[in-house]
């Protein structure tokens, strides 16, 4: 059974960082797509970082790159999003979510999903 818990998300400053982590069981997770999502209140879900399922390639959405980097460990199960000099437009519930095929970074090709971790930044 596949089964992906986040965790690290907590209230941080503008300027700030913070690491989430998303532990999965039930699939070795650099053999499927995996990603991290992001929903802000009154928005719709959108592709932070993902690792496709292709070619292993990264997708970083403009809005945070230079300042996100994901990464993983297979030894320990778990996906990382280093989230660094965050900004209020960074508050958001995120997600990490898993596929045994996708090339894109778009919700709607994921199949496994995350509970959420809420991230807020705030002053």
């Known amino acids: 059974q596949v089964n992906l818990v986040e965790s690290g998300g907590d209230l941080r400053q503008p300027g700030e960082s913070l690491t989430l982590s998303c532990t999965v069981s039930?699939?070795?997770?650099?053999?499927?797509?995996m990603g991290w999502f992001r929903q802000a209140p009154g928005k719709e879900r959108e592709g932070v970082s993902c690792?496709?399922?292709?070619?292993?390639?990264?997708y970083y959405a403009d809005s945070i790159k230079g300042r996100f980097t994901i990464s993983r460990d297979v030894a320990k199960s778990t996906m990382y999003l280093q989230m660094n000099r965050l900004e209020p437009d960074d508050t958001a519930i995120y997600y990490c979510?898993?596929?045994?095929?996708?090339?894109?970074?778009?919700?709607?090709?994921?199949?496994?999903w995350g509970q959420g971790t809420p991230v807020t930044v705030s002053s």
């Open positions: 690792y496709s399922s292709a070619d292993d390639s990264i």
């Open positions: 039930g699939f070795k997770l650099d053999y499927w797509a």
């Open positions: 979510a898993t596929s045994p095929w996708a090339s894109e970074c778009v919700a709607h090709v994921f199949t496994n």
